[in-house]
């Protein structure tokens, strides 16, 4: 999880935009009718992101067309017309491509944070659209807060970066396995609670051990030689600094937690990283 900057297109000059690209001249015209309430919706949509009250905002129909209609705009005219560029550009401002939702898989897509079936009057708002990759997106599906816990997070409007979310634990047995989990233990309430959903909504607990598990694997024979040369020490210390330099650019990763715990592993580093499993590829003739 990781936070963007709001994206710099302006609903006020975004709807009109999509509804000109309209060819039916009565729907163009009932559209443009509806401008002044998505305009003024999406002023309240700004206001309770602010304060983390998405969960509070109701439900409207649309007063000139249909639900449909506007609903209809964002794959009609932003994803795949003339508005196609500003969908781009919002999809573009992913860290390095990567998806804000988990840190971990490649930008593919947006994703409306108040889904467009609920929200219809949203589904072009970018402060609404998040880039994400198609695993968050799927996973997430229509999810609609009914409070405050169950309230995602948002990347455009929640900065949790100084706030140590994720946590891991390493088992050394007959091999080594992580696990990932929210740290709920030191968050403040609120955000234990919405970041636990958020991880438990998407599966980020089985993505980050499943990743783990090949980064485990790739960096064994690494472990092995930094053992060799200095022992356990040399390890931990080499473990902690891949810990700090994974915290950049994403503090609230599974890399860095994982090398963090690896190090403070005793059994991990007198030897027990030789329980990694060791898939060796041996080409045939």
């Not at 009914?146 to 050394?172: C, G, I, K, N």
């Not at 790739?218 to 060799?228: H, P, Y």
């Amino acid at each position: 999880m990781y936070h963007l900057p709001v994206p710099a297109a302006q609903i006020a000059e975004l709807y009109p935009n999509c509804a000109n690209r309209t060819d039916n001249l009565q729907l163009r015209a009932a559209l443009l009718l509806e401008g002044a309430r998505v305009v003024l919706r999406s002023t309240t949509y700004d206001q309770m992101a602010q304060g983390s009250t998405l969960y509070q905002i109701a439900q409207e129909d649309a007063e000139h067309v249909s639900n449909a209609d506007l609903r209809n705009l964002y794959e009609r005219v932003l994803v795949n017309g003339g508005e196609r560029p500003t969908y781009l550009a919002i999809r573009g401002t992913g860290l390095f491509g990567r998806c804000p939702l988990c840190a971990q898989r490649d930008v593919a897509t947006l994703d409306h944070y108040l889904p467009k079936a609920e929200f219809p009057e949203f589904a072009i708002l970018p402060m609404n659209l998040v880039p994400c990759c198609f695993d968050c997106n799927h996973a997430k599906q229509w999810h609609t807060p009914a409070a405050l816990s169950e309230q995602m997070f948002h990347p455009y409007f929640d900065d949790w970066s100084h706030l140590e979310l994720v946590r891991a634990t390493v088992a050394v047995e007959e091999t080594v396995h992580a696990e990932f989990s929210v740290h709920v233990d030191i968050l403040p309430p609120v955000v234990a609670q919405r970041a636990s959903t958020h991880f438990e909504r998407l599966g980020l607990a089985a993505l980050y051990s499943d990743h783990a598990s090949v980064e485990l694997v790739q960096r064994r024979a690494d472990f092995a030689l930094t053992f060799e040369s200095g022992g356990a020490e040399a390890l931990q210390s080499e473990l902690l600094r891949e810990s700090q330099s994974r915290r950049v650019p994403f503090p609230n990763a599974w890399q860095p937690v994982l090398y963090r715990a690896l190090a403070n592993s005793g059994d991990f580093v007198n030897g027990g990283f030789l329980a990694i499993e060791n898939h060796v590829h041996v080409p045939g003739p």
